[in-house]
């Protein structure tokens, strides 16, 4: 696994890059965190490139990767350098990418600012870029030298990104830890404890990926409420009505409640996880108005997962609380009635 150090940049950056002996050093940036987070960070670095790129997941892509190499190159970056990804999800799946697909492959480190990139996205080595309206449609895997975690950075973040990294610790809970789960949900947003939930997500996180790095078996819980939360977050992000595309962890809370809904219609759960699931979720982060024209768009957008075997929806989901299994079939009927429910159309 890589270094992961949970600890203010100032102790934990100088550390590593005196650890290893890298021929230059080039940092990316959205516009974002080049403002608010690459200041906090400046002092603390040698002589070193910057790569500025637009914010926002649109920008995740091929134009923009090369954007990236081409800016790279016109450095004479060689394969001894070091990139060093400042940013959310988007900067550290796309700065990954390109640094290990960059001459085959040079060294990175994940310099996470988001509450989602440090509780998932930083952690575990899967890098991509979305492709013609598909997330992470192109990718590889490739762990990065280190993930440095500031919890600081959570002070620069308006209430919703919080809101939308706080999607994947509830996940997280769900999945592998039922006690923590009754920690977290008798909690609102602003009295939750963010250090102690970032180490208790990384370490999940870790146990998992350490266990089956190539997503065979067991990562693949790391995907409950993914199958159709990613299909919501995709659908959102390529429509044209004034609804607005949705963060990350709010179409993840739409895939939780749904995926529950089905794990206990398969009687995997039962109706008391189910109810606990579907109200704290819709405490927090209120209901996506979804619209019956919408479904089956977003049923094809499942079609597309990367869990699916053949045209065969494959989906983990809770078995039990704190327990998740994977591989399970599942119907577009199953996810019919998952979003019926969810939207109270029933």
Not at 320 to 334: L, M, S
Request: charged fraction near 20%.
């Amino acid at each position: 696994m890589s270094l992961v150090s949970i600890a203010s940049l100032a102790e934990s950056l100088p550390t590593f890059l005196e650890s290893a002996d890298y021929s230059a050093i080039t940092l990316i940036a959205d516009n974002h965190t080049y403002r608010h987070c690459y200041p906090l960070l400046k002092p603390l670095l040698p002589k070193h490139t910057v790569i500025r790129i637009k914010a926002g997941e649109e920008q995740k892509n091929l134009t923009t990767c090369e954007q990236i190499w081409h800016a790279l190159t016109r450095a004479n970056t060689d394969r001894h350098a070091l990139v060093l990804n400042l940013g959310g999800g988007v900067i550290g799946d796309m700065g990954g990418f390109c640094a290990a697909t960059y001459k085959r492959g040079i060294a990175f480190a994940q310099l996470p600012t988001t509450l989602l990139a440090q509780v998932d996205a930083s952690v575990g080595g899967k890098l991509g870029i979305d492709f013609q309206g598909l997330k992470n449609h192109i990718g590889v895997f490739q762990l990065p030298d280190a993930v440095l975690i500031d919890p600081a950075f959570l002070k620069t973040l308006p209430e919703r990104e919080l809101r939308s990294g706080f999607a994947e610790i509830i996940k997280h809970c769900l999945i592998a830890d039922a006690s923590m789960w009754d920690t977290v949900r008798v909690r609102d947003l602003d009295e939750q404890n963010w250090p102690a939930l970032i180490k208790h997500s990384v370490a999940v996180k870790e146990k998992i990926v350490t266990e089956d790095p190539r997503e065979k078996n067991v990562r693949k819980t790391l995907n409950f409420g993914h199958t159709l939360g990613h299909a919501v977050e995709t659908y959102f992000l390529n429509g044209t009505d004034k609804r607005g595309r949705l963060l990350h962890g709010e179409a993840i809370a739409v895939g939780m409640i749904t995926e529950a809904y089905i794990a206990c219609q398969k009687k995997m759960i039962d109706e008391s996880l189910l109810s606990q699931i579907e109200e704290y979720l819709f405490a927090v982060y209120g209901q996506v108005r979804i619209l019956p024209a919408d479904i089956e768009p977003i049923l094809t957008l499942t079609l597309q997962d990367k869990k699916n075997r053949g045209n065969q929806v494959r989906m983990a989901l809770l078995d039990g609380p704190g327990h998740c299994a994977y591989d399970v079939p599942v119907t577009a009927t199953d996810m019919r009635r998952a979003i019926a429910f969810y939207t109270g159309v029933e």
